[in-house]
């Protein structure tokens, strides 16, 4: 045998792993830390998605964070309701006592015929009022021939027909789809309004109520499109022109759909911002119609929502979890260790004395 031969070939090394496209979205949920494929894979997912430049006057808004806000503000515009409807309720307990009280004071049912009942005395009336006093009651005041109607008062109790259907109360944000009407009705983000980006170049009111009114502080104005060509242009323009509180949607529809294909978004989502496993769902499918202009999510849209979030949050704690674990053991076998070598050398030191001990005196 020649000293020259060496165990194995250079050739092993160099053989691929035959891959299936099948299985290419299939990743494993293990988190082995920090590494080389992470990060350059993180790179390449920068430049296909995003576009980012130097000197950038707009702030960026991630599509996680983006998700968060959502589901703060359905989360608070619910508690909201709630609680209005609570109120209503007891209203409608205290115009229901009202208004026995008053159909007693009116009439009385004597042979099947109602007769006029004496009036009640003043002390009393002025009890039944301070106890209740609402539009219905005071309806029937009005029909009894007895005071006067609060017009203001009955429509501010009346509930508005677009408090269901439209925009949150107080809703801290403003979402701006820049690209065109064509692309915003086929797909677009729910509570998405549609500012196509050709009106910034309009030289009399270029903006609308709305952007105006959110021009203010403790507000935020988002703007996105497919893949950042017309959106960042869009935010640098209104940022060169005096909007302060203005939001870049990292990624746009292209991020949203990878990460969030399921309830961020209403109508069909372009294929250029689909994945091919979607791409070749929807080629089976039939044409969806156009997307609906809604201003709310539902309740189904914001759990799934919650889930893709947390799958999304779940790798970064695990690898917390798991760099907090190593560290936590490290310190822990370094302490083992230091442990054993003192006792290692509390036993040597017993032994040599125990040694000179037993000699004996010369």
């Known amino acids: 045998m020649s000293l020259n031969r060496s165990i194995g070939s250079a050739e092993y090394m160099k053989k691929k792993i035959p891959k299936n496209e099948k299985y290419q979205h299939v990743k ?11 990060y350059l894979e993180k790179i390449e997912n920068i430049k296909k998605n ?11 808004l991630k599509v996680s964070t983006f998700a968060q806000l959502v589901l703060q503000v359905a989360s608070v515009s619910e508690l909201n309701d709630s609680e209005i409807d609570g109120e209503s309720h007891r209203t409608e307990d205290c115009l229901s006592v009202a208004s026995d009280v008053d159909l007693e004071c009116l009439s009385e049912r004597t042979n099947g015929s109602p007769q006029a009942s004496p009036p009640p005395a003043p002390q009393q009336a002025r009890d039944a009022g301070e106890i209740c006093h609402s539009a219905r009651s005071t309806l029937l005041s009005v029909i009894s021939g007895m ?10 109790n009346a509930p508005g027909p677009e408090r269901a259907d439209g925009p949150y109360p107080d809703c ?3 979402l701006l789809d820049v690209r065109d009407r064509d692309q915003y009705d086929c797909c677009h983000i729910i509570s998405a309004h549609s500012f196509p980006i050709a009106t910034l170049s309009r030289t009399m009111n270029p903006y609308t109520k709305d952007v105006l009114e959110y021009n203010a502080a403790g507000r935020i104005i988002i703007v996105y499109d497919e893949d950042e060509r017309t959106a960042g242009q869009a935010a640098t323009a209104m940022c060169q022109r005096g909007f302060d509180n203005l939001f870049l949607l990292s990624g746009g529809l292209k991020v949203i759909a990878q990460r969030f294909p ?7 989502i372009p294929a250029s911002c689909s994945s091919p496993l979607l791409r070749a769902k929807r080629s089976s499918a039939p044409p969806p119609a156009a997307a609906e202009e809604r201003w709310r999510f539902t309740s189904d849209e914001l759990s799934r929502i919650q889930e893709q979030l947390e799958e999304t949050l779940i790798p970064s704690n695990s690898s917390s979890r798991m760099s907090s674990s190593r560290t936590s053991s490290s310190s822990s076998a370094s302490k083992a260790s230091s442990a054993r070598s003192r ?10 004395a125990r040694v000179q001990s037993s000699r004996a005196w010369k």
């Not at 980012?52 to 707009?58: C, M, Q, S, V």
């Not at 399921?262 to 069909?268: C, D, P, Q, Y």
Request: glycine share 10%.
């Open 172 to 174: 801290p944000y403003l």
């Open 147 to 156: 005071g006067e109607m609060n017009v203001d008062q009955s429509r501010r």
């Open 343 to 352: 006792q290692s050398s509390s036993v040597s030191l017993r032994d040599g």
């Open 50 to 60: 995003y576009r980012y430049r130097k000197d950038e006057i707009f702030k960026r």
């Open 262 to 268: 399921e309830g961020m978004t209403t109508g069909s």
């Open 28 to 38: 494993t949920r293990l988190d082995t830390g920090c590494s080389l494929t992470k």
